[in-house]
């Protein structure tokens, strides 16, 4: 298991008026929020204050973290020893002044970081909350393999181009909050990691092939014995992934077996558990992997292409190698189904047949490059994605008529999950960023349907 250290958001007060107005800011490396950075690369935080006129007034001065188990607080003794658990040492009490420190230039644990620049205005060296004159944050992640940060913003959601179905309609404007999301489908290695960890902590069983939650009903995915299309096997107590697919993504996975799967890689990072096992409610305000929201994912696939508006991921042209769609031409399309593509397949490479084992004869295939704007691949065709919703046909109008903006996450209660994004066996028409496929029973587990994940 990852040693993970998580970094929550405190809850600042603004208090007494200071004579004078200070400035502060704090960055990581270099920038303001939603920092990604790689496992073993560095975390730089740096500081400042501005005194402006208000030189001579006197204040305390924090530099603050907090981890799942604790605060730590940075007094001014260089990175890392400078580091103190608690909220007991200030940076600085006394006069302020214009002041650039660096307080971290480290690796760090994975996980998901907060960090604060903090100047409170009564100046005795204990951190007094109510009294939080002003502040400034950063959040960052360290080490969450493959994921990108999806910024803040409002965006259209919908059929901007008269060629969906009626559930893509109103066309309507929504708020979200940053996120970030993976770069790739969840894999079939990456799942089956899963599966022998929760096997041996007894919190899954096999029966018939098809892998339950423990002592329950709800299926999580079939093994090959159950359905030929599975690229999970089971054999003696272990499972394994069919040689040459271990980097397609998993199908024949339920949507409880999404969310499970989210719940136990958010356990792994040290991070909170966003579903509830028993009743399948998601926490939104806990800070964890989960599925994302129908929302969150057309956010995402949109990739920032706002103005106009596009019908795929990537634009409005659709080529035969940019995609996994029933017209492409991949060497996959042939053989044994499911066709589907290695996760990032489409990436504007020439590929060969010798790295890849594809079925098809030819021995390269140049592909093109079918990352968003937001770093994303797959998100049209390869494989259906499931979201967090409940489907609705009408809950778009449902949102103009109750002036639901922020945030939305789907219907209360429902039939069919939300699925999005086309697969290898679906036209084009499917892959469009608007389309909604509302027939995704929680249960179902099919050939062409999989996952990715975000965080928030």
Known sequence: MR???????????????????????IKCNGLDSGVVIDPGSNAKIDISTTAGSGLGN??????????SSDYYSYNRYGPLQGWNVGIYNAYDTGPLTDMNDT???????????????VIDAWADGFFDQNLIYIYDSVDFVVGLE?????PEGEFDMGDHHDVGDPDEKPVHAVYIDTFWMDIYEVTNQKYCDYLNSAYGQGLIEVN??????????????????????????FDTGTFSVTVGKEDHPMVEVSWYGAVAYANWLSCEYGLSECYDLEMWNCDFGAVGLRLPT???WEKAARGGQYNPYRLYSWGDTLIDNIANYNGSSDPFKTGVEPWTTPVGFFNGELHYKVDFGWPGSQTSYQTADG???????????????????WYSSTYYQYCVDNNIYDNPTGPASGTYRVLRGGSWNYSPKYMRSA?????????NREFDSGFRLVLK
């Open 294 to 296: 129908e929302a969150e």
């Open 58 to 67: 006197t204040v305390d001065i924090w530099v603050i973290l907090k981890t």
């Open 3 to 25: 040693y993970v250290v998580i970094f929550a958001i405190l809850v600042l007060c603004p208090a007494i008026v200071l004579a004078q107005t200070p400035t502060v800011d």
């Open 146 to 150: 493959d994921m990108v940060y999806i």
């Open 371 to 389: 990352e968003n704007g937001c770093g994303l691949y797959d998100m049209a065709g390869n494989v259906w994605e499931w979201c967090h919703d």
């Open 103 to 117: 307080a971290l230039d480290s690796p760090l644990p994975d996980g998901y970081y907060v960090a604060y620049v």
């Open 435 to 443: 389309n909604r496929n509302g027939l995704g029973k929680p249960v």
């Open 208 to 233: 018939s092939g098809v892998v339950y939650k423990y002592n329950d009903n709800e299926p999580y995915c079939d093994t090959y014995s159950a359905d030929a299309d599975s690229r999970i096997h």
